[in-house]
């Protein structure tokens, strides 16, 4: 202005100092474009006002995407301010939305990459686009009342409205989605006064939240014996996921796929019994398939070795008490009568 004023007066200030400060600010326009990774040519006037009002330290807050999905604060910044101030700055990968309210008014989704915030916009929530999976166990008790665990996995993302990933592509966003998972997370309300209550988002806590009910209702309809064979699985599996599925369609979430682990009960002497059961069941079948003689001869092998096993245990019986010098004849004969009468006995049909 000075130089413009000195070389001319006021002709020097309308051909000197005007157009080197028009020059100045248009350069300055430009230049902000190729400072920032733009979306599109509209985010230009707020690319602009980001460049100056930085350098003038008014700016509101930027966050990056860290390595966490979390937003990272990079530049510190008052969004309450409204003197030329703002925009802030919200950046995220392809694989990542973001969320942002002021609280009062404006509910915005910004698709990956780079977006502006405005005045009073709070921290923003990111939102992850990829697949995620969850698994976690669950106790539930069949019919008959006897307590099983079951480990459930379930793939989901946001609904995508059926949009496929592709190459050179941010991942499908759906902006209705978005904000049904953000905005639809439930509070889970302890009994314990000590235990806090806190809300289970959606990518987090909230699809266990949800499933599990579901499994312990569908494994309530089955005994032990029923869990135990090879049909219930796949069909208690189907149904849990449909039944999930139609739950979480309300909250944004689309599932694609899931199913449950080996059905456990929680009792070792259950799992004994079955075992057992099992074998039974197996040496049966083995013992059909056999001829005549075959069988026979298996069964008579059984009952010899039970019978040796049983005569081994009277030895050993007997030996115990002619080991002890107070035994009497008496009770030696009672202690026979002890084994032959006893499990032992039954057990070897003597």
Same mark, same amino acid.
């Given at each position: ?171 499908? %966003? ?44 569908? %494994? ?131």
């Amino acid at each position: 202005v000075i130089f413009g004023h000195l070389a001319g007066g006021w002709i020097g200030l309308l051909t000197i100092t005007l157009p080197a400060i028009a020059l100045f600010w248009f350069g300055l326009y430009h230049l902000s474009a190729y400072t920032l990774p733009l979306n599109d040519k509209n985010q230009r006037g707020s690319a602009f006002r980001c460049l100056v009002t930085f350098t003038m330290g008014t700016n509101y807050p930027y966050y990056f995407v860290d390595k966490d999905s979390q937003p990272e604060l990079r530049v510190e910044g008052n969004s309450f301010l409204q003197f030329f101030a703002g925009p802030g700055i919200v950046y995220t990968g392809c694989d990542h939305a973001a969320y942002i309210s002021d609280s009062v008014f404006k509910n915005r989704v910004f698709k990956p990459g780079l977006n502006f915030t405005g005045m009073f916009d709070s921290e923003p929530r990111i939102v992850d686009l990829r697949p995620q999976l969850r698994a976690f166990p669950v106790e539930a008790k069949t019919k008959d009342g006897i307590p099983i665990q079951v480990t459930t996995f379930i793939p989901f993302r946001l609904d995508t409205g059926g949009q496929e990933v592709e190459l050179f592509q941010s991942f499908p %966003i759906r902006e209705e989605a978005v904000r049904a998972a953000v905005t639809g997370g439930l509070t889970e309300r302890k009994e314990d006064d000590e235990e806090e209550s806190g809300v289970k988002e959606w990518d987090g806590q909230l699809v266990p939240l949800i499933a599990t009910p579901i499994v312990q209702d569908v %494994i309530s309809r089955y005994n032990i014996d029923e869990l135990c064979g090879t049909g219930p699985r796949e069909e208690i599996s189907a149904e849990v996921i449909s039944r999930v599925t139609e739950t979480l369609r309300s909250w944004g979430i689309e599932v694609i796929g899931g199913g449950i682990s080996n059905l456990i009960p929680q009792d070792e002497a259950v799992m004994e019994r079955r075992l057992e059961s099992w074998r039974a069941k197996w040496e049966w079948e083995i013992l059909k398939d056999m001829d005549g003689d075959k069988r026979k001869y298996i069964q008579d092998l059984g009952r010899a070795n039970s019978e040796v096993t049983f005569f081994k245990h009277l030895v050993k019986t007997a030996k115990e008490a002619v080991d002890n010098e107070d035994t009497s004849l008496l009770e030696l004969i009672r202690s026979f009568g002890n084994v032959i009468g006893g499990p032992e006995g039954r057990r070897y049909d003597m």
